[in-house]
C-alpha cells in the first residue's frame, strides 16, 4: 500500500503563493504517476496537474496552467505543486494521487492512491 500525506496547505492572499509536499512512504516512488487533484465544497474532485514517472512529462488543466507548476524528488520520496498567482476560485481542499501504468492520466478514477488532502484557502 501506497501512504501519501499532504501538507503545505494554508491561507493567502489573491496573488499570493503557495508551495504544496506530497510524501510517499513507500520504497518505489519512482515507479509511480504522480497527481495532485482539488475539490470544492459541494463539487466534484478535478484534476490539477501530473507528473511522470521520471518528471520528464507534466499535466495541468487549463485553469491552473501557467500557474502552477508539478515537480518531484525521487530522492526525498516526495512531490510538490508550486502555486502561483492564486485566486479565490483556487480554494479547495488538495490531494496527492498516485497510480503505476504506462501512461500519465489526469482522470480521478484511474488513479489508485490517494492521500487525505491539505486546505487551500485563497481570501479575496
Known amino acids: 500500500q501506497v501512504h501519501l500525506v499532504e501538507s503545505g496547505g494554508g491561507l493567502v492572499q489573491t496573488g499570493g503563493s503557495l508551495r504544496l509536499s506530497c510524501a510517499a512512504g513507500?520504497?518505489?516512488?519512482?515507479?509511480?504517476?504522480m497527481g495532485w487533484f482539488r475539490q470544492a465544497p459541494g463539487k466534484e474532485r478535478e484534476f490539477v496537474a501530473g507528473i511522470s514517472w521520471f518528471g520528464d512529462t507534466t499535466r495541468y488543466a487549463d485553469s491552473v496552467n501557467g500557474r502552477f507548476t508539478m515537480s518531484r524528488d525521487n530522492a526525498k520520496n516526495t512531490v510538490f505543486l508550486q502555486m502561483n498567482t492564486l485566486k479565490p476560485a483556487d480554494t479547495a481542499v488538495y490531494y496527492c494521487a498516485a497510480v503505476e501504468r504506462i501512461n500519465l492520466p489526469t482522470r480521478r478514477q484511474d488513479y489508485t492512491y490517494w492521500g487525505l488532502g491539505t486546505q487551500v484557502t485563497v481570501s479575496s
Open positions: 513507500e520504497p518505489f516512488f519512482s515507479r509511480y504517476h
